[in-house]
């Protein structure tokens, strides 16, 4: 008696569902099927909330909840658990929270619904409070191997949709484990277009997703692998080897890589040989073509994600190191030679790479005076990095 049932599930011949409209009462809980309620626990759950309190958890069978920390890094696309602090529990639970701050959420009934409550409050700084008497029935394990399988799929599922429509790639487990949400070398890259040297995802306030850097990182290293054992003299160009500099990293909102190589050096690299003719797979699954744009190199992370490394052959002429394909960029200028001899190595991205032999004085000449201390996005007319970030 006094049960409603609704289906969240949207239906193309019917109005949209809105479950806040159904909801008459000031707390809302939620309670995973198959508990069983006992007498006293939801009115213990409302006494713990109070104007610091958004939360409260209880557990679901005889095993107790465990408090983890919960850092969520919107802008780093990444969610982070810690020992210190309870941002989130481990463990069957059921929740109980304020109808309005359900419903004031931006998914308020995402599934999983616990994990995807501990997020968003977590973004919010909400206080979560454990109590330890709860519901002693707990649900159910499946019958069958089988059925196990199924249940956990069908959460790996849920759990994967809800990363991808809060925007989150990367999942670090309290043991430092990672779960990965974002691309790969079979799928594209999962952001969208550059305009004006802008990438998409900072116009949304974030930086370069984890995945993405993650393959830079794993092309660049192949591809000075490659350079350095087919004897072609190269160096890390432009904001690449500003990351070096400055983080040893690629820069965190950088999209691509650059690398300056000697142009009658290119002849001995097999695959930029073969560059020349079209684009060619080497062994690894990286592909090498010639640029679109003019005389310069690409090398692709696969030939489904594109994200790459880009190979700019220089020339020297009276000492000055020129080229023969200029794109505009402020930085895209000729520069002495002697920066080049010799080459230095410096460490970049996870592994050791040559850069010129005074980083600081070449960067200033490319980018100006300040260049290292005074971090700016690649197009400062589009967006400007602001102060303390």
């Known amino acids: 008696p006094g049960v409603r049932t609704l289906t969240l599930h949207p239906s193309p011949h019917r109005p949209p569902l809105r ?6 009462t000031r707390h809302v809980a939620v309670i995973p099927d198959g508990a069983r309620a006992v007498p006293g626990v939801l009115e213990r759950m409302v006494a713990a909330l109070d104007p610091q309190t958004h939360l409260a958890a209880v557990p ?70 454990v109590l330890s008497d709860g519901f002693p029935s707990a649900p ?6 089988h059925d196990l ?9 849920r759990r994967r949709r809800m990363m991808e429509r809060f925007g989150i790639k990367l999942e670090v487990l309290e043991d430092g484990r990672q779960r990965w949400y974002g691309c790969g070398k079979d799928t594209q890259r999962c952001f969208g277009t550059v305009r004006a040297r802008t990438p998409q995802y900072l116009t949304q306030g974030r ?15 192949h591809v000075v692998e490659a350079l350095e054992s087919a004897g072609v003299r190269y160096w890390l160009e432009g904001g690449s080897l500003l990351g070096a500099v400055r983080l040893r990293d690629i820069i965190p909102w950088d999209y691509d890589v650059d690398v300056g190589i000697y142009r ?44 790459h490394v880009d190979l700019w052959p220089f020339f020297p002429r009276a000492g000055v190191m020129t080229k023969d394909t200029w794109l505009g960029h402020p930085q895209d200028v000729e520069f002495p030679e002697r920066f080049l001899l010799p080459t230095v190595p410096m460490s970049f991205a996870g ?20 260049a290292i201390e005074e971090p700016e996005y690649p197009n400062p007319a589009v967006m400007r990095l602001r102060r303390g970030e």
């Open 207 to 221: 930086w370069t997703p984890p995945c993405c850097l993650r393959a830079l990182r794993e092309t660049a290293r």
């Open 264 to 307: 009658d050096d290119a002849v001995k690299c097999r695959w930029l040989r073969e560059a020349r003719s079209g684009p060619v797979e080497d062994d690894e699954g990286f592909v090498w073509e010639r640029a679109a744009e003019g005389d310069f190199f690409r090398v692709h992370y696969s030939r489904s994600n594109r994200l």
């Open 60 to 129: 679901v069978g005889p095993s107790p909840l465990r408090c983890v920390g919960l850092r969520v890094d919107l802008r780093r696309w990444t969610l982070r658990y810690g020992a210190d602090g309870c941002g989130a529990v481990e463990g069957s639970a059921a929740l109980l929270m304020r109808s309005e701050d359900l419903f004031n959420l931006s998914f308020p009934l995402e599934r999983p619904v616990a994990a995807a409550v501990f997020v968003q409050a977590a973004l919010r700084g909400w206080r979560l409070r």
């Open 149 to 157: 399988w199924k249940a956990r799929s069908a959460a790996e599922t």
């Open 140 to 145: 159910s394990a499946p019958s069958s191997a």
């Open 351 to 370: 592994f050791t790479a040559m850069g010129p032999n005074n980083a600081r004085e070449f960067l200033e000449l490319k980018f100006g005076p300040g």
């Open 19 to 24: 479950p806040e409209l159904h909801v008459r």
